[in-house]
């Protein structure tokens, strides 16, 4: 049976009344929970400067680069996202987000319109999956083709 390791990370401290777990790695995978711009989105509605959709993405993405940096790797052993968004309008100003973050080698992700996330002014929230065996710099493209 494999050990799951619980990821401790300063930069994404896990609450003392959560319920969850920011992320565990399991031998060469790394799971995580999903991340939110919280609270630097709350921070800045109370200084009147709503995060936009592109700023919160960003502010996701720094946060499952340090929970997988934590377990031993780097952002492109992220294989795969799941991206939650409160106004599906947002996608283009994530995909650019995403685009910035990863450069070329983006993972898998799936995008999914929520109606409501858990505090008012967040948009989006993304979970994840890392190999730490995996770099997709290093990728290759299957063919078909004969």
């Given at each position: 049976m494999a050990i799951a390791e619980k990821i401790q990370c300063p930069q994404v401290p896990?609450?003392?009344t959560a319920s969850w777990t920011n992320a565990y790695r399991v031998g060469?995978?790394?799971?995580?929970?999903?991340m939110t711009g919280h609270p630097a989105t709350r921070e800045a509605s109370q200084r009147g400067e709503?995060?936009?959709?592109?700023?919160?993405?960003?502010?996701?993405?720094?946060?499952?680069e340090a929970l997988v940096t934590a377990a031993g790797g780097h952002k492109h052993n992220?294989?795969?996202?799941?991206?939650?968004?409160?106004?599906?309008a947002d996608k283009d100003d994530v995909g650019r987000a995403r685009r910035?973050?990863?450069?070329?080698?983006?993972?898998c992700s799936t995008l999914v319109a929520v109606k409501a996330l858990v505090f008012p002014?967040?948009?989006v929230e993304i979970d994840a999956w890392a190999r730490l065996?995996?770099?997709?710099?290093?990728?290759?493209?299957?063919?078909?083709?004969?």
């Open positions: 896990d609450l003392p060469q995978e790394v799971v995580v929970s999903g709503p995060l936009g959709a592109y700023d919160q993405a960003m502010v996701v993405l720094k946060k499952l992220l294989t795969k996202t799941v991206v939650y968004l409160t106004d599906i910035d973050f990863f450069g070329a080698h983006t993972p002014e967040l948009r065996d995996v770099d997709l710099r290093e990728s290759v493209t299957l063919s078909t083709e004969s």
